[in-house]
C-alpha cells in the first residue's frame, strides 16, 4: 500500500515538473464532451460561413486569438468593451481601428448559448475559431485544448506595450515572443500566419516608400494604392503571391523581399532566422506542422481555470 501511495505521488510529481502544474494539466481536448458536445461543431459551421462570405475573416479570427493570448493570456479580455467605469484592449493601439470579427464571434456564442447555456467561455470559443480559421483556408489542423475562462478584468496597458508591431526589428520581435516563451524558431512558424489578411496602408507606407530592402516592382505596384500622404485604410495582402490561402508562400516572398511590414522582412534580413525562413520556403509540411504546435502552445498561455473569471454570457461584457 505504502509503495503504490509513493508511486502516485511520485507520478504526481514528474506530471507537475513536465507541465509546470499549470495549463497543460487543467485544458482537455474532450472538456465539452459531456456538457456541450454540439459546441466545437457549432462553431466550425459559423467559422466556415463567416470565411466563405468573406476570405478575410479568417485571418481577423486567428488574429483576434493571438492578441488575446498575448495580453494576460488566453481569457478573452480582448472581447470586453468600455463602459463608463471600465476600459477594455478594443481601443489600445494595436487593436484600435484593426482588430475585427468581433460580431462573428458573438454569432458563435449566441448559438452556442442556445444549446448550452452557461457552458462554453469566450476564451475557448475564440481558440476553436482561430483553429477552424485557419483548416478553412486551407493549413493545418490541430487539438485544441480546452476548458478556459473568461477574466473580469482587461489589460489595456499592457496591450499597448506587449504586442508584437510591424515596425520592429528583428531583435526586439524576437524579444517579444521570447517574453511569452516562444522560442525563435516559433517565432518565425507564428509570424506564417501572415500567409493571409491585410494590412492598412498606414502600416506600410513607411517601408513601401523609405525601406531598401523591398523588390522595387513590388514597392510600386503598392504605391498605387497608398499613396505617400493619403488612403490610410486602403488594404495590401500580406501574402501577395496567395492571398487567402493558408501556405509557405509568406516565406517564399520573403526570400523575394516581398515583405509587406518592415516586421516581415526583418525575418529573412541577414540575421539570425533566415535560415529557418528558407527552411519554410521549401518545406510546407514542416512549416504547418511547426506552425500547429506553436498554436497549441500559444492557446496554453496562462489560461484561467477551475474557478477562476467566469464563463461570460455575453462577451462583449463581465456578468
Same mark, same amino acid.
Given at each position: 500500500?505504502?509503495?503504490?501511495?509513493?508511486?502516485?505521488?511520485?507520478?504526481?510529481?514528474?506530471?507537475?515538473?513536465?507541465?509546470?502544474?499549470?495549463?497543460?494539466?487543467?485544458?482537455?481536448?474532450?472538456?465539452?464532451?459531456?456538457?456541450?458536445?454540439?459546441?466545437?461543431?457549432?462553431?466550425?459551421?459559423?467559422?466556415?460561413?463567416?470565411?466563405?462570405?468573406?476570405?478575410?475573416?479568417?485571418?481577423?479570427?486567428?488574429?483576434?486569438?493571438?492578441?488575446?493570448?498575448?495580453?494576460?493570456?488566453?481569457?478573452?479580455?480582448?472581447?470586453?468593451?468600455?463602459?463608463?467605469?471600465?476600459?477594455?484592449?478594443?481601443?489600445?493601439?494595436?487593436?484600435?481601428?484593426?482588430?475585427?470579427?468581433?460580431?462573428?464571434?458573438?454569432?458563435?456564442?449566441?448559438?452556442?448559448?442556445?444549446?448550452?447555456?452557461?457552458?462554453?467561455?469566450?476564451?475557448?470559443?475564440?481558440?476553436?475559431?482561430?483553429?477552424?480559421?485557419?483548416?478553412?483556408?486551407?493549413?493545418?489542423?490541430?487539438?485544441?485544448?480546452?476548458?478556459?475562462?473568461?477574466?473580469?478584468?482587461?489589460?489595456? !496597458?499592457?496591450?499597448?506595450?506587449?504586442?508584437? &508591431? $510591424?515596425?520592429?526589428?528583428? /531583435?526586439?520581435? *524576437?524579444?517579444?515572443?521570447?517574453? %511569452?516563451?516562444?522560442?525563435?524558431?516559433?517565432?518565425?512558424?507564428?509570424?506564417?500566419?501572415?500567409?493571409?489578411?491585410?494590412?492598412?496602408?498606414?502600416?506600410?507606407?513607411?517601408?513601401?516608400?523609405?525601406?531598401?530592402?523591398?523588390?522595387?516592382?513590388?514597392?510600386?505596384?503598392?504605391?498605387?494604392?497608398?499613396?505617400?500622404?493619403?488612403?490610410?485604410?486602403?488594404?495590401?495582402?500580406?501574402?501577395?503571391?496567395?492571398?487567402?490561402?493558408?501556405?509557405?508562400?509568406?516565406?517564399?516572398?520573403?526570400?523575394?523581399?516581398?515583405?509587406?511590414?518592415?516586421?516581415?522582412?526583418?525575418?529573412?534580413?541577414?540575421?539570425?532566422?533566415?535560415?529557418?525562413?528558407?527552411?519554410?520556403?521549401?518545406?510546407?509540411?514542416?512549416?504547418?506542422?511547426?506552425?500547429?504546435? !506553436?498554436?497549441?502552445?500559444?492557446?496554453?498561455? &496562462? $489560461?484561467?481555470?477551475?474557478? /477562476?473569471?467566469? *464563463?461570460?454570457?455575453?462577451?462583449? %461584457?463581465?456578468?
Amino acid at each position: 500500500m505504502g509503495f503504490h501511495l509513493h508511486s502516485n505521488i511520485f507520478c504526481f510529481f514528474a506530471f507537475f515538473l513536465l507541465f509546470g502544474g499549470g495549463a497543460f494539466g487543467q485544458l482537455s481536448s474532450n472538456y465539452y464532451a459531456t456538457t456541450c458536445p454540439r459546441a466545437l461543431s457549432t462553431i466550425r459551421t459559423a467559422v466556415n460561413n463567416a470565411v466563405s462570405k468573406e476570405h478575410r475573416m479568417g485571418a481577423s479570427l486567428l488574429r483576434l486569438h493571438f492578441h488575446d493570448c498575448f495580453i494576460n493570456g488566453c481569457d478573452a479580455s480582448v472581447l470586453l468593451d468600455d463602459t463608463a467605469n471600465f476600459t477594455g484592449e478594443k481601443t489600445a493601439g494595436p487593436n484600435a481601428n484593426s482588430l475585427r470579427g468581433y460580431e462573428e464571434i458573438d454569432t458563435m456564442k449566441s448559438q452556442v448559448e442556445s444549446i448550452c447555456p452557461g457552458v462554453v467561455s469566450c476564451a475557448d470559443i475564440l481558440a476553436v475559431a482561430a483553429r477552424d480559421s485557419v483548416v478553412a483556408l486551407g493549413g493545418p489542423s490541430w487539438t485544441v485544448q480546452l476548458g478556459r475562462r473568461d477574466s473580469t478584468t482587461a489589460g489595456f !496597458a499592457e496591450a499597448n506595450t506587449e504586442m508584437p &508591431s $510591424p515596425g520592429m526589428d528583428l /531583435s526586439d520581435l *524576437i524579444s517579444s515572443f521570447s517574453n %511569452k516563451g516562444f522560442t525563435e524558431k516559433e517565432t518565425v512558424a507564428l509570424s506564417g500566419a501572415h500567409t493571409i489578411g491585410q494590412v492598412r496602408c498606414v502600416i506600410f507606407r513607411e517601408r513601401i516608400y523609405n525601406e531598401t530592402n523591398i523588390d522595387s516592382a513590388y514597392a510600386t505596384s503598392l504605391k498605387s494604392n497608398c499613396t505617400s500622404t493619403g488612403g490610410d485604410d486602403n488594404l495590401a495582402p500580406l501574402d501577395v503571391t496567395t492571398p487567402v490561402a493558408f501556405d509557405n508562400a509568406y516565406f517564399k516572398n520573403l526570400l523575394n523581399s516581398k515583405g509587406l511590414m518592415h516586421s516581415d522582412q526583418q525575418l529573412f534580413n541577414g540575421g539570425s532566422t533566415d535560415s529557418q525562413v528558407t527552411t519554410y520556403s521549401n518545406n510546407p509540411a514542416t512549416f504547418k506542422a511547426d506552425f500547429a504546435n !506553436a498554436m497549441v502552445k500559444m492557446g496554453n498561455l &496562462s $489560461p484561467l481555470t477551475g474557478s /477562476s473569471g467566469q *464563463i461570460r454570457t455575453n462577451c462583449r %461584457k463581465i456578468n
